[in-house]
């Protein structure tokens, strides 16, 4: 299957710093990203859609100017966590869409642990 | 947003079936089910999908009820490494996929 790559699996920061995720499709082009943030015990909450070339797509109640995404090529989308705090972290795993119709599938990455201290 | 309806935990034994359900009464003709599994601290992978037919690979099989409110992942042979979280997912237009809360499944050796 379809390989996506995510970088860095974990990463620890101090409180109002930013952070930056990268979220690559090693063998595919992705013209559709997804973010998605997991806290412990619970279910993937997705945050925003990413498309090549055009602004991000946050859903209801996800700060975009607190969580920027930048998708500037088919292959890479990245996730930058401004002024983390400690609530920030999570559990931060990528998708990337492949396929169409009734083939379309995620593909997700291995996720990001970000800690705030 | 269509949503799913799953048990929280299941239980089976290795080398036994599995038949893990998910309701879906609100439905629409274009959605499709779309089954993904989490191991702990790794990103979800994929399982099957389906529309109307039963589905089968190499993996799992899909059986989708005659009406589509409800559908069943079936694991025919259990393994440890079977032990996830199972996400019953129905995609609005493949725009997005909305994970609900899943089935935790322990598989006893």
């Known amino acids: 299957g379809a390989v996506v790559s995510q970088h860095p699996s974990w990463v620890i920061c101090k409180s109002g710093t930013s952070v930056k995720i990268e979220c690559r499709s090693l063998?595919?082009?992705?013209?559709?990203m997804f973010w998605y943030r997991q806290f412990p015990k619970q279910s993937l909450m997705l945050m925003a859609t990413?498309?090549?070339?055009?602004?991000?797509?946050?859903e209801q109640g996800v700060e975009k100017d607190k969580f920027l995404i930048n998708h500037a090529s088919l292959t890479l989308s990245t996730l930058t966590v401004t002024s983390a705090h400690p609530e920030d972290s999570s559990f931060y795993i990528c998708?990337?869409?492949?396929?169409?119709?009734?083939?379309?599938?995620?593909?997700f990455g291995s996720g990001t642990q970000l800690s705030v201290l | 947003d269509a949503k799913t309806t799953q048990p929280n935990s299941m239980e089976s034994n290795e080398e036994e079936p599995v038949h893990l359900p998910c309701n879906h009464s609100?439905?629409?003709?274009?959605?499709?089910i779309h089954w993904y599994r989490q191991l702990p601290s790794q990103g979800p992978e994929y399982v099957i999908h389906?529309?109307?037919s039963n589905v089968n690979n190499r993996m799992a099989s899909l059986a989708i009820a005659e009406d589509r409110k409800s559908s069943t992942l079936i694991l025919h042979r259990a393994t440890l490494r079977d032990a996830a979280v199972y996400y019953c997912?129905?995609?609005?237009?493949?725009?997005?996929?909305?994970f609900g809360s899943g089935t935790k499944l322990n598989v006893k050796p």
């Open positions: 998708s990337a869409q492949t396929g169409g119709g009734q083939d379309e599938k995620l593909f």
């Open positions: 063998d595919f082009q992705a013209t559709t």
């Open positions: 990413s498309n090549e070339g055009s602004k991000a797509t946050y």
């Open positions: 609100t439905i629409s003709g274009t959605d499709y």
């Open positions: 389906g529309l109307t």
């Open positions: 997912i129905l995609t609005y237009n493949f725009n997005k996929f909305y």
